[in-house]
């Protein structure tokens, strides 16, 4: 990153790069974060003339996830209008938060914006020998998607929500879908998912209509969930990203 006597700090939480930095979004928010308790404290950023606008265009923010609790993860959400304002910057800022909380998809909704949005990159599904072929650079915005052709088959895997650290739950999901939805150059697409990449899709087009992993419990088991929740709700639970909580939760 640029040291000079015009760098200037921003004491607010944005992590702003320029993107002829010679290292990664994560290097900065590693190193600025460090010394730091709190997330998204101090970034740097050379306040040289002629550098403002294209920084704007690349401002970049980590977001802090809604955690379970908030009535915006229980919302069905809007479609997305195209051309809608900021969308590109939304969706930038989507990948930063997801790859800093270490997810393989986080959906509007999780970032406090109830409409039909979600990122997924199933990569690291995809690694090694072992991996599921269907997630090798399985990276994609899905706006306003439309699931369907859902197969019989069905599997049973467990699966975490970076809402609801701490907590993973068995989940049964047909095997395959298909999927039609609008990509970030606002093309139109259609995929056959199967295997890792179908979940992955399956779970966080849930999270446009509210649905979240522990509605998915046998009822005993939901019982069983509810003071985890709770104290999720509540804030009690650690998480290695940042996080908002809802307020008023008893
Ligand atoms: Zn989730």
């Given at each position: 990153m640029p040291r000079s006597s015009d760098e200037i700090a921003f004491v607010f939480p944005v992590l702003i790069v320029h993107?002829?930095?010679?290292?990664?979004v994560f290097d900065v928010f590693n190193r600025v974060l460090d010394?730091?308790?709190?997330?998204?404290r101090l970034i740097h950023v050379a306040?040289?003339?002629?550098r403002m606008p294209r920084m704007a265009q690349i401002c970049r923010m980590i977001l802090p996830v809604v955690a379970y609790g908030d009535p915006v993860l229980r919302k069905e959400a809007d479609d997305v209008l195209e051309g809608m304002e900021g969308l590109d910057t939304l969706i930038a800022n989507m990948w930063e938060t997801m790859y800093r909380a270490e997810g393989v998809g986080l959906a509007a909704p999780q970032i406090g914006r109830s409409i039909r949005l979600f990122v997924v990159d199933g990569s690291p599904f995809g690694e090694g020998e072992e991996g599921d072929a269907g997630c090798k650079d399985f990276k994609r915005v899905m706006i306003n998607p439309v699931i369907f052709d859902e197969s019989e088959e069905s599997c049973d895997m467990e699966e975490g929500c970076l809402s609801i650290p701490g907590v993973r739950e068995p989940v049964t999901r047909p095997v395959s879908v298909k999927v039609e939805y609008y990509d970030d150059q606002w093309v139109l697409r259609e995929e056959a998912l199967t295997g890792i990449a179908a979940r992955i899709v399956q779970h966080e087009n849930d999270h446009l209509d509210?649905?979240?992993?522990?509605?998915?419990?046998?009822a005993l088991r939901k019982a069983m969930l509810q003071g985890k929740l709770k104290d999720i709700a509540k804030g009690k639970v650690p998480s290695d990203y940042p996080m908002r909580h809802p307020k008023n939760v008893r």
């Amino acid at each position: 990153m640029p040291r000079s006597s015009d760098e200037i700090a921003f004491v607010f939480p944005v992590l702003i790069v320029h993107d002829d930095d010679d290292f990664s979004v994560f290097d900065v928010f590693n190193r600025v974060l460090d010394p730091v308790e709190g997330p998204l404290r101090l970034i740097h950023v050379a306040n040289v003339a002629g550098r403002m606008p294209r920084m704007a265009q690349i401002c970049r923010m980590i977001l802090p996830v809604v955690a379970y609790g908030d009535p915006v993860l229980r919302k069905e959400a809007d479609d997305v209008l195209e051309g809608m304002e900021g969308l590109d910057t939304l969706i930038a800022n989507m990948w930063e938060t997801m790859y800093r909380a270490e997810g393989v998809g986080l959906a509007a909704p999780q970032i406090g914006r109830s409409i039909r949005l979600f990122v997924v990159d199933g990569s690291p599904f995809g690694e090694g020998e072992e991996g599921d072929a269907g997630c090798k650079d399985f990276k994609r915005v899905m706006i306003n998607p439309v699931i369907f052709d859902e197969s019989e088959e069905s599997c049973d895997m467990e699966e975490g929500c970076l809402s609801i650290p701490g907590v993973r739950e068995p989940v049964t999901r047909p095997v395959s879908v298909k999927v039609e939805y609008y990509d970030d150059q606002w093309v139109l697409r259609e995929e056959a998912l199967t295997g890792i990449a179908a979940r992955i899709v399956q779970h966080e087009n849930d999270h446009l209509d509210g649905v979240m992993i522990p509605d998915y419990a046998p009822a005993l088991r939901k019982a069983m969930l509810q003071g985890k929740l709770k104290d999720i709700a509540k804030g009690k639970v650690p998480s290695d990203y940042p996080m908002r909580h809802p307020k008023n939760v008893r």
